[in-house]
């Protein structure tokens, strides 16, 4: 079974660029999540779509985040312009709406803003 | 709201026993997770706690007291590969009715020869 795909895994850039990261949730999940984590926050809940629907996005940091789902197996959060501050990694993950308990993490992209 | 709170490090020797604990508060509360976090890659699910009580899966064991806001993971027959951070995630109703997972700071387990 394939997990969570998540894409670029590494991605270096200079401040001021546009940053797209994209996610594919495993197949038949309805929930999909986007965390962010650093040493010094710990991993936070930045958006959460159920059924491609953006439900939460309360942990979105400020209008340079965005968050789309088109489709149920495809997710894309961008960050434009980016700063070095948003260096971090990011995590999707997905879930089952129904019955499913268990988030399903994707590996990750490491993004380092200069 | 929620605030989780767990250890940031602990150390213990190969083969002895550790016990991770994890403390939260919640309005809503819907199930307590932990997750394993190796350096440098993806939290994978460990444990999943709804009622009181321990539930044991091999080496690992969680507890929950929903009543004290209180949760532990017990690892038994410490392995070096089982140095990492472990994550507590308290699951709470959010927007939308759906249920999603807040989670602690984690706690570093440093096992040692």
Excluded at chain 2, 61 to 87: C, H, V
């Amino acid at each position: 079974d394939a997990g969570v795909i998540q894409s670029p895994r590494h991605e270096v850039t200079e401040m001021g660029q546009e940053v797209t990261l994209r996610c594919k949730p495993i197949s038949g999940h309805n929930s999909l999540f986007w965390y962010r984590q650093t040493m010094m926050r710990g991993l936070e809940l930045l958006i959460y779509f159920n059924n491609n629907v953006p439900i939460d996005d309360s942990g979105m940091p400020e209008d340079r985040f965005s968050a789309k789902m088109p489709n149920a197996s495809f997710s894309t959060l961008k960050i434009q312009p980016s700063e070095p501050r948003d260096s971090a990694v990011y995590f999707c993950a997905s879930s089952s709406l129904t019955g499913g308990k268990t988030q399903y993490f994707g590996p990750g992209t490491r993004l380092l803003v200069l | 709201g929620q605030n989780i709170d767990q250890p940031t490090e602990m150390t213990a020797t190969e083969g002895a026993i550790v016990q991770i604990n994890c403390t939260y508060q919640t309005s809503g509360f819907n199930g307590l997770f932990w997750y394993q976090q190796h350096a440098g890659e993806a939290p994978t699910f460990l444990s999943y706690n709804v009622l009181d009580g321990l539930e044991e899966k091999g080496r690992f064991s969680s507890f929950l007291s929903r009543s004290k806001g209180y949760s532990y993971l017990l690892l038994k027959e410490l392995q070096m590969k089982d140095s990492a951070s472990y994550l507590c995630a308290v699951r709470d109703q959010g927007p939308g009715g759906s249920y999603i997972p807040t989670f602690g700071r984690g706690t570093s387990l440093i096992v040692h020869p």
